[in-house]
């Protein structure tokens, strides 16, 4: 089996290491086929998003570039200012509607993205169901937990184990953030995934959210307050962290 040359550029994206999927694909020079190029290049700008650098993804995406990269780009509009909603949307549904545009996946995860950041899970489905991708399934499960249907998300992350391997990081978290809305005994679940992954890669800012959620969950506040301080260390103008700390502190 071919080594899968952008592992460790997904994998840091997924466990929220964006500065070393930056770093991973910036050192990828002479990949040997368009496509893998391509998703790097996705990764590389997605990651960039993340860290709230959207106007280097506005600058460095041309008008000609390919359809995934036009997606990101778009969402880099999208995040950039709120002024820009309404026009990012009539050129998704436009773009949807393409059939030259309307399957790729890039494309879909990118318009689902969208509506699930607007508490919209019926239209990131509509977008996402067809599930070609593993991202896509993750995304279907997160638009089932918004709407309270922790069955259907429970029943995505085993599509999630069959495309891939079930300690895909990926399925992981998915499974976690499941096991954390069936509540109970699977919060436990949910905490050893997210500590194995800590112990496994590194503590990352989405994976202390995690472990904090978790702690909280159980009501353990203080142990919830060392995870948060650790990822505010990390990223002190981390959103989520900066919510869950007020949380954890009332």
Known sequence: MDPDLLFNVRNNFFLGNYQAAITAADSLTKLNSEALSSERDCFLFRSYLA???KQIVLDEIKDDASTPLQ????????LSDEENREMVHITLKEWLSDPASGNNPTLLLVAGTIYLREDKPEDALKCTHSGTTLEMVSLNAHAYL????????ERETRV??????????????TLAWTNIALGGQKIQEALYIFTELIERYAPTPLLL???AVCHMSMCSFAEAEEALQQ??????????????????MQ
């Open 146 to 153: 918004k709407m309270g249907r922790v069955d259907l998300a």
């Open 71 to 78: 997606a990101i780009r778009l969402l880099a509009t999208y």
């Open 231 to 248: 990822a505010l260390s990390k990223n002190s103008n981390d959103v989520q962290s900066l919510e869950n700390m007020c949380v954890a």
């Open 209 to 211: 959210n995690g472990l």
């Open 51 to 53: 860290l709230g650098n």
């Open 160 to 173: 999630m184990a069959q495309m891939e391997d079930e300690d895909h990081t990926l399925t992981q978290l």
